[in-house]
């Protein structure tokens, strides 16, 4: 058994980990986190997208060895309370979830996205989610949902 | 033999020597990893041991007066983003590296990665190739440095023995009026989207004649492989239409491609034509010619 500390959504653990085990295993069987999702299990389809250190990674390619020292978004750390973070409030007004299976990992490309990047364009965005399947919706909505939360966040940062 | 990925240790050396003591102790049933974004889409059935190299600092882009120098552990987006890889004729790197697999696969794959895989379709190589890059392998012997095409050995296969892992990749500085280009022809922008055929090109002019020419393409071979042929026919010539037409057929004469699922090979030979034209056109349009 390794060990490795790593921060998830804020909280700090110390976790004894398999050198195999991904970091989609960890967060959903080890720490309960079952919004992040297992789709393809081969960095196909994006459902299983978190920022590792401020970056959008696929936890389903990624050994959570590796992430040793390392802080980690999930899902559940985007809201405050039962508050929506901008990002998810966007998805809600436009419409941009349907079966919701590919929303948590769309999210977190677009949060990832809009930390670097806070007044992204149309381009932009389709790039940066270029690695998030929807086969429900397609991609207009989660598009237009992503430029609105930038706006959204903008306006909060203007305050 | 088991029949599912299951390495029972996970090392992580804090220097080169105890790197290769591991690897070597394992006998090549160790396997670095780094992104491990291609590792765990093939989940390889015969790793006992996983090798990280996060703590020997190999993510690092240096620019000096001899060239410029690449850790192997550097991410792909690193790359992409790089100040001193946007200026000519190094931003084929950057350009090769923005049509490779997605933006969010780039956040955590590496260039050493790229190239240790050794997939005859690989992206990056030919683009190194071009710009006559070496890389430095370590090993319990120290370290080598080997000219990048003399890396691979075929179908996933390198030179790399079972002690050697690769640090570093090496561009050396380039005279004034070098061009360089990269051109990737695919179906699609996915993560599976690997290449049917790739070109790069790099010219070096002196007044109006070719002083240097490189042409190197992949997927068209076990490994990717340079058009020796076209870099005659280009070299000291005055470049016009013609030169450039017959210097790409001939990369196609010498590329070997087979037919799989992605193209015929037919097809990807007439492709070579087009694609090395197209290079060679972007290279000497980026000297001003």
Request: glycine content about 8%; proline content about 4%; overall charge negative.
């Amino acid at each position: 058994m390794l060990y490795i500390n790593i921060k998830v959504n804020g909280k700090e653990y110390e976790l004894g980990v398999k050198p195999y085990e991904t970091l989609l295993e960890t967060l959903r069987d080890k720490l309960g986190l079952t919004g992040t999702k297992l789709g393809c299990g081969d960095g196909e389809c994006g459902a299983c997208t978190v920022n590792l250190n401020g970056k959008a990674v696929l936890s389903c390619l990624t050994l959570v060895a590796q992430t040793d020292e390392k802080e980690i978004l999930t899902i559940e750390g985007l809201q405050n309370g039962a508050e929506l973070h901008p990002i998810q409030e966007s998805f809600v007004e436009n419409s941009a979830i349907q079966c919701g299976y590919c929303t948590p990992g769309l999210v977190m490309s677009a949060k990832a996205l809009l930390e670097e990047n806070g007044d992204p364009t149309d381009e932009n965005v389709r790039e940066k989610i270029a690695n998030n399947l929807c086969r429900c919706t397609g991609y207009e909505q989660p598009v237009r949902a992503i430029l609105e939360a930038a706006k959204k966040i903008r306006g909060e940062n203007d305050r | 033999m088991r029949n599912i990925f299951r390495p029972s240790e996970f090392r992580r050396p804090k220097d080169l020597h105890e790197t290769s003591w591991i690897l070597s102790s394992f006998e090549g049933r160790a396997r670095v990893v780094a992104g491990g974004t291609e590792l765990l889409v093939h989940k390889p059935l015969d790793v006992d041991c996983l090798v990280g190299l996060s703590k020997l600092d190999l993510d690092y882009i240096r620019n000096g007066r001899a060239g410029i120098t690449i850790g192997a552990g550097t991410t792909l987006v690193k790359i992409e983003e790089s100040e001193a890889l946007s200026v000519e004729p190094y931003r084929i790197l950057r350009e090769a590296t923005r049509l490779l697999a997605t933006p969010t696969i780039r956040n955590t794959a590496t260039i050493g990665g790229n190239i240790c895989n050794a997939s005859p379709a690989v992206d990056l190589p030919p683009a190194l190739m071009v710009l006559d890059a070496k890389v430095i392998i370590s090993g319990l012997e120290g370290t080598r440095e080997i000219p990048i095409a003399d890396f691979f050995e075929g179908v996933k296969k390198t030179v790399l023995s079972d002690d050697e892992f690769m640090v570093e990749v090496k561009i050396p500085a380039f005279p004034e009026n070098t061009g360089a280009s990269f051109q990737k022809l695919r179906h699609h922008q996915t993560s599976i989207d690997i290449a049917i055929v790739n070109a790069a090109a790099r010219l070096s002019f002196a007044g109006d004649t070719v002083k240097e020419a490189k042409v190197a393409m992949g997927s068209v071979a076990a490994t990717p492989i340079y058009s020796k042929k076209a870099e005659e026919i280009l070299k000291g010539k005055i470049l016009d239409v013609d030169i450039v037409k017959r210097a790409a057929e001939a990369a196609s004469g010498e590329a070997k491609p087979i037919d799989d699922i992605r193209a015929s090979a037919g097809y990807r030979k007439r492709m070579v034509t087009v694609l090395v034209e197209r290079a060679l056109e972007e290279s000497a349009r980026r000297c001003g010619k």
